[in-house]
């Protein structure tokens, strides 16, 4: 339902990284029928700091008391406090907005709980595109899924799965393809960097049956996502080059954006897109 004009969703956001400080400042500028309620942060005194320069300060509470400050809770937080910030949102009845989608796919749990509490769970594109023809190709029959990341070494550096097996990505000077396997083993692997699949396997057929490859490119200045998608309505491919954030190579600029505009089209009389 679109607030009326005398009301406004509170918004709370768990995590004031890169994403989390982008989100909060346009919020703060200003966005009819949103209000930035309060946050969250590891680095207190960074996030006090921050929230000193913000028109309309807003407290900093642990984690675990976001959903008691808002409508709606925007994850954008390392994915081992997903649990801190989602279980209590969607107990609450919030409106639960994630950014480490990877962590959503073994949670199934909180589907089911978010259905007797009437939250509602919301999934931005983010560093993707096309997900609203995927979500339309579903309503019908997707014959496949392929996802193909490609990203300069620095934005995969550290995954578990690279450092599990042993791959080394010093010193590349040719494109290496470092991951070949299911959306839900990549998101396993890479839990910093694919989100993107998480997000393309619940629109479409599910992380079992999407695939990903992930690359290494040194030649590469900006993160790629190719998507191949053959259903029995339609065949396309969709390719988008995002620039990384300067903060953090991992992530692209675009994520913050997406989930602006996914959190615009709450409360806007006109939404575009399925």
């Known amino acids: 339902?679109?607030?009326?004009?005398?009301?406004?969703?509170?918004?709370?956001?768990g995590g004031l990284g890169a994403i989390g400080r982008s989100i909060a400042s346009r919020l703060d500028q200003g966005i009819?029928?949103?209000t930035l309620a309060a946050v969250s942060a590891k680095r207190i005194e960074r996030a006090e700091d921050f929230i000193a320069t913000l028109k309309n300060p807003v407290p900093i509470v642990p984690l675990g008391k976001l959903a008691n400050e808002a409508d709606v809770v925007v994850e954008c937080a390392p994915a081992a406090v997903f649990d801190d910030i989602a279980v209590p949102a969607i107990e609450a009845g919030c409106l639960f907005i994630p950014l480490s989608v990877g962590a959503l796919l073994p949670r199934q749990a909180l589907i089911d709980?978010?259905?007797?509490?009437?939250?509602?769970?919301?999934?931005?594109?983010?560093a993707l595109i096309g997900l609203d023809a995927l979500r339309a190709a579903a309503e019908g029959k997707i014959k496949s899924v392929?996802?193909?990341?490609?990203?300069?070494?620095?934005?995969?550096?550290g995954a578990p799965y690279l450092v599990e097996?042993?791959?080394?990505?010093?010193?590349?000077?040719?494109?290496k393809k470092i991951f070949e396997g299911t959306a839900r083993e990549g998101t396993v692997g890479f839990p910093a960097n694919v989100n993107v699949a998480a997000a393309?396997?619940?629109?479409?057929?599910?992380?079992?049956?999407?695939?990903?490859?992930?690359?290494?490119d040194p030649a590469l200045k900006r993160n790629i996502q190719h998507v191949e998608v053959e259903s029995d309505s339609a065949r396309f491919e969709m390719t988008i080059e995002n620039i990384p954030s300067p903060e953090n190579p991992r992530s692209g600029r675009i994520t913050a954006l997406s989930a602006i505009a996914a959190l615009r089209g709450l409360v806007s009389p006109l939404k575009v897109g399925t």
């Open 113 to 126: 709980k978010a259905e007797t509490t009437g939250a509602r769970i919301i999934v931005p594109t983010g």
């Open 200 to 216: 393309l396997s619940l629109a479409g057929i599910g992380p079992e049956k999407t695939t990903l490859e992930i690359w290494a």
């Open 1 to 13: 339902m679109t607030p009326s004009k005398q009301q406004s969703l509170r918004v709370a956001i």
């Open 146 to 157: 392929k996802l193909v990341t490609r990203k300069p070494p620095k934005g995969l550096a």
């Open 32 to 34: 009819p029928g949103l």
């Open 165 to 175: 097996n042993n791959i080394s990505l010093e010193g590349l000077n040719e494109p």
